[in-house]
């Protein structure tokens, strides 16, 4: 059974920094595409940034040179590393992983982050 659980989610003040962690398990981490997406009222799910099993990233405009992404294949765990966060980060933050070779996807349930002063 796949899961994804995410943790690190809170409130921070506006400059502040959070990281984001997910844990994966019942998935064959190595060959997943993991990422983050996030999703604030009112609006649609955007992604955030993403990485592929080799370590290639991909990042919203939004969130380049604030935000990073990593993983530890070894621990089965992706990163979102968040700085210089601003109010409109304020969403919950979805875990994501993607089978490269089937494309299948699966979801966290989600990790609200809240950025105010």
């Known amino acids: 059974q796949v899961r994804l659980v995410e943790s690190g989610g809170g409130l921070v003040q506006p400059g502040g920094s959070l990281r984001l962690s997910c844990a994966a398990s019942?998935?064959?981490?190595?060959?997943?595409?993991m990422g983050w997406y996030r999703q604030a009222p009112g609006k649609q799910r955007e992604l955030v940034a993403s990485i592929t099993s080799n370590g290639s990233t991909n990042y919203g405009d939004s969130v380049k040179g604030r935000f990073t992404i990593s993983r530890d294949n070894a621990k089965n765990l992706v990163y979102l590393e968040m700085n210089s966060l601003k109010h409109e980060d304020t969403a919950v933050y979805y875990c994501?992983?993607?089978?490269?070779?089937?494309?299948?996807?699966?979801w966290g349930q989600g990790t609200q982050v809240t950025v105010s002063s």
């Open positions: 019942g998935v064959m981490f190595s060959i997943y595409a």
């Open positions: 994501n992983a993607r089978n490269q070779l089937s494309a299948r996807e699966y």
